[in-house]
């Protein structure tokens, strides 16, 4: 299926410069959401995933269905003062700003299989501060999914010790 058909591009935004990939029109159709849930299912089927975590708050869309398919898991990776117990936080750098999120601290127990769920990599700012987070629980990172990834933006970089899939590349 052409997933890159039936995203929207939007011009400067959320500021000008930006150029915005909106994955809104191709949620909204249900057989492009179905295989984008089977493909990643088939991915990591034997991979003996514990937990997905999914970043805030696209990711959750991804990250649900997946670990439900999958038997593992859910952790929400959150942006601070939206998890109610204890939690680590780390600040990072976005394309055009600053952030911090946060993970409660007993999400993960040392040693279980982790993967990291996306929507989109650009920098990797964000994606790093998740990956930071769980190896702070002391999980292993199993790999680093997203649905786009902004190549020319080089957010590999920032994982340079994770594996990472995408599903859409723009070069």
């Known amino acids: 299926m052409n997933y890159k058909s039936l995203i929207r591009e939007v011009p400067d935004f959320p500021k000008p410069g930006i150029l915005f990939y909106d994955i809104t029109t191709l949620l909204k159709d249900a ?18 995933i514990t937990k997905i975590v999914g970043i805030e708050s696209r990711g959750f869309i991804f ?62 700012g964000t994606a790093g501060a998740a990956v930071h987070l769980i190896q702070q629980l002391g999980g292993e990172i199993v790999e680093v999914a997203f649905l786009v990834e902004l190549a020319f933006l080089a957010g590999r970089e920032q994982l340079h010790n994770c594996s990472i899939h995408s599903l859409i590349t723009y070069s």
Do not use: C, M, W
Not at 35 to 48: Q, R
Not at 104 to 121: N, S, T
């Open 31 to 48: 057989t492009a959401f179905q295989s984008i849930i089977d493909e990643l299912t088939t991915k990591y089927a034997s991979a003996n």
């Open 63 to 124: 990250g649900s269905p997946l670990a439900y398919r999958l038997q593992a898991g859910f952790v929400p990776v959150r942006k601070p003062g939206k998890l109610p117990a204890d939690v680590y936080e780390v600040k990072y750098n976005l394309e055009y700003g600053a952030s911090s999120l946060a993970i409660h601290r007993d999400a993960i127990v040392p040693g279980e299989r982790v993967l990291v769920v996306d929507d989109l990599l650009a920098t990797g």
